[in-house]
Structure formats: C-alpha cells, structure tokens
C-alpha cells in the first residue's frame, strides 16, 4: 500500500513510522504543491492528513481533488490497533487534557494499564507502532485525547466509551466563525459509539439558539456520576438515610482543592464513568478509587497556584486560550473566595493571538473582575471591546501587563486580599512558542519579584 503523508509534524512523523512498520510505502508531502507537476497524492491508495494542515490550504485541496481517501493521524493508528485494546477518547474546548490525564491514571489506579495519547503529547500512530515493535506490551487501554481537527477525517474510528468536556467560541478561523460548524466536528466522536457509553460534560457555556446541534439525550453527564455536597456518588442512587449514603460509592473531594473547582467536578466525573465502562467499579476498589482522588495533581499552566506575596496570589492559567476558559478560571477562583467569606481584588492579564472567538461572552463577569491588563496582538481589539465594562488598560509588552496588575492593585486594594491571574483566553504564539512557555515566563516574574 503507498500511503501519501500530507504533512510532516508531529502526526505526519508518527504516521511514517506506522506505515513503515507495517511494510507500507510512503510518500511525503510537506509543503505547497508544485505547479504544472503530477500530484504525488495521484500515486497513493490512501492519503493521512496532518491536523495542522486548514482546509483552504493549497496542499489540502490538492489532497482532496486527487480523490484518494483522505483520513487523519487518529483514524490511520486506531485502524491498525490491535482489537483486544479498549479506546477511550475525549475531545472538547477546554478540560479534554486534564479528563485524559484523570481517566488514564484512574484506571492504572484499578490495574488496567492504560496510556494517556493524542492531542495531549505521544500521537496515537506513534503508540500503536510501538504495540506492533513490541516496544510497548499488555497495553489495555487508550486514552485519546482528540481535537476538533482530527475529528474533520474519522470513519472506522469507534472508541468504547467517549466524551465531550464542554464546547465553546474556539477555533471559529477554521469554521467560517460558526460555533455550529465546530461542534458539528466535535460531535464526530461520536459516531461510532454506543449511546451508553457517550457523554456530555455539565458546562456547555453555548446560548441555547445555538444548542440545536445537541440531541435531546447529551444534555448534562448521564446517570451514575452525581455530586451532593461535594461527595461524590458513583453507581448508586441517591438515598439518604440520616446523611449516610447507602448502596453506593461516596468519596469526599474536600481534601483536593483543584477538584473542588466546578469544572474539575465535572472533568472528575466524566472520567469516573468513562472508566466504568471500561471495567464496572466495584466495591472493593473504593478505597483505590478514593486515593487517587485525593493525591490526583492537575498537571501545570491550569489555575496553577504560584505564590503569595504579601497579599498577592499569583496564579498561572495559561493554558486558558479562548474565553469560556477564562469564564472557568473566574468562576473557580470566585467561588473559592466566596467560600472563604473574605472580599478579593481580581486583575487579570488577558491578550496574546486571537481565533475569532467571541470575546463579549466575558462582559457578564464585569463585576467580578476589578482590573483587565490587556496585552498582545489583539490587545486593540479587546480593549475596544471590554473598556466600556470593565477598569482596563493596554500594555505593550507581557511584563508590563505583569507589573501594572501589581501597580493596580497597589493603587486601589493595598488593604483588600487580591488575586493577579495570568488567564490570556487567547494563543500564545504572537510572543510565545507555546502556552507553557507563556506560563513559565509568568511564573518566573512572580518568583523574581521583590
């Protein structure tokens, strides 16, 4: 078979690998095709398009003229898995990394040994090439993390069980500015699977004129998983007898502070169902169950707690890249303060690459935020947007959006507990390689301060 590798990032590499460990033939094509010359797509049976390559791209609309088959990364590795390895996959705007991350761990808690792939580090071709070398053994399980893009070219691929965290303004450059387009793609997961064992996350922050993409059946997490005073409830029904919980599984989340925020609440347990159907929690893994609970660490740049000086926390959310993540930052950090019962200063540094998302979504937590520093390549267009609700400045450069968060706060709330959040709600790379980088910067700044 001559496989054509549109591509030849991280998913085209792991690609390659795949189909020269299967004996394949391959033929790479990165970059824009040469005029006047045979496509080299014309000389393939099936053609594995990178997820980083658009739609409006001259390399794509080359690979999709050629008429061969087109699929993703995702779809090449999952049809050459071996059938005896069970597929989780989770996608969604935000929450998809840290769900991977809980259900991975959750079931090597239990003694099924899984792999945390996709979107969130080793590509999915990449695993399975390692399964076929016999680099990797008694694999059991994967779990995918999948973005929207790889979602664009999927057929044969049917995950056991899969979710979708949440959907919000993201990404809307690559779907013509239409959050119905986008959710469309994301609803691919889907596909394949039985309705049992598919889920929706609680936080679906669309209007609901625009929710007419999600069946009457996908509205919130399904039964199984519920929380009652923040005691969680898992296979059981909810019944109470003198604050006992009986014939079910109750673990308390007070001891975890990153899973007392609503929206770990809610990545928690989508990834406790989604290991339930992987292998049904049994009674005797309750006290592995709650354990893992407890010692659970969400991995950094998400509503990461740095330091405190003075009366300034500082927390790092870069990984905050479009604005219903932000929202999530807010309501978390606000509800801890609300629990608390002590009055905070809010300044957030906001700005960096805009997607076309929709920024106005934000103005319905003017009250809760008392300083916008706006900074980055759209810092003009935020700022046009946002200065009517909220007390905001533009600042040229990251450090000085750093330093007049404090100068701020120094100015208005000397007396007040405050909060500077690092909370961009757009891409980093109009100054940064990446989301981390951007937080580590931010980190350092916190740590070099006085």
């Not at 390559?53 to 993703?72: C, D, F, H, K, R």
């Not at 005896?84 to 808690?109: C, F, P, R, S, Y």
């Not at 069980?161 to 609803?187: C, G, Q």
């Not at 103005?363 to 009517?388: M, S, T």
Request: charged letters at 20%; aromatic letters at 10%.
């Amino acid at each position: 078979m001559n496989i054509a590798i549109a591509g030849y990032g991280i998913s085209g590499r792991a690609t390659e690998y795949l189909a020269r460990t299967l004996g394949f033939n391959v033929i790479i094509v990165d970059g824009a095709p040469v005029e006047n010359t045979m496509s080299p797509f014309l000389l393939s049976d099936l053609i594995v398009i990178s997820p980083g390559i658009p739609p409006w791209s001259e390399l794509y609309i080359q690979a999709q003229n050629s008429g061969v088959e087109m699929i993703s990364e995702l779809e090449f590795g999952y049809r050459f898995l071996p059938k005896n390895i069970d597929v989780i996959a989770i996608t969604g705007t935000n929450g998809k990394t840290t769900t991977v991350e809980m259900t991975a761990e959750l079931l090597n808690a239990r003694g099924i040994n899984a792999i945390a792939c996709g979107n969130i580090g080793v590509a999915v071709s990449e695993i399975v090439a390692d399964i076929h070398n016999k680099k990797r053994s008694n694999v059991q399980c994967l779990v995918i993390e999948v973005s929207s893009f790889q979602l664009e070219h999927v057929k044969e691929f049917a995950p056991k069980a899969a979710a979708i965290t949440n959907i919000a303004s993201d990404h809307l450059d690559r779907y013509h500015n239409d959050i119905n387009e986008y959710a469309a793609v994301k609803f691919n997961i889907f596909n394949q699977v039985n309705i049992d064992n598919s889920f929706l996350g609680n936080i679906m922050r669309i209007d609901s004129e625009q929710q007419n993409f999600i069946p009457d059946y996908f509205k919130t997490v399904k039964d199984g998983v519920y929380l009652n005073d923040n005691v969680f409830i898992v296979n059981g029904k909810k019944q109470f007898i003198n604050n006992a919980v009986i014939d079910s599984f109750a673990i308390n989340i007070k001891n975890n502070l990153a899973l007392t925020y609503p929206h770990n609440i809610d990545n928690l347990s989508l990834a406790l169902n989604l290991a339930n159907r992987i292998k049904g929690i049994s009674k005797e893994e309750y006290p592995v169950i709650e354990e893992f609970i407890s010692n659970f660490k969400v991995s950094p740049h998400r509503i990461e707690f740095v330091e405190k000086k003075d009366n300034i926390t500082f927390i790092n959310d870069s990984k905050a890249t479009n604005p219903d993540a932000v929202i999530t930052a807010i309501d978390a950090v606000c509800d801890v303060q609300n629990s608390n019962g002590s009055e905070k200063y809010l300044a957030i540094m906001l700005g960096g690459l805009n997607k076309e998302m929709d920024f106005s979504v934000l103005k319905a937590y003017a009250n809760k935020v008392q300083f916008l520093a706006i900074y980055g390549d759209c810092k003009n267009e935020l700022y046009d947007l946002l200065h009517d609700c909220f007390n905001c400045q533009k600042f040229t450069s990251f450090e000085d959006a750093f330093n007049g968060s404090i100068e701020d706060i120094n100015s208005n709330s000397s007396e007040l507990e405050s909060i500077v959040m690092l909370s961009p709600g757009c891409a980093s790379m109009d100054m940064f390689k990446n989301y981390a980088e951007r937080g580590e910067l931010f980190k350092e700044l916190v740590h070099n301060l006085n």
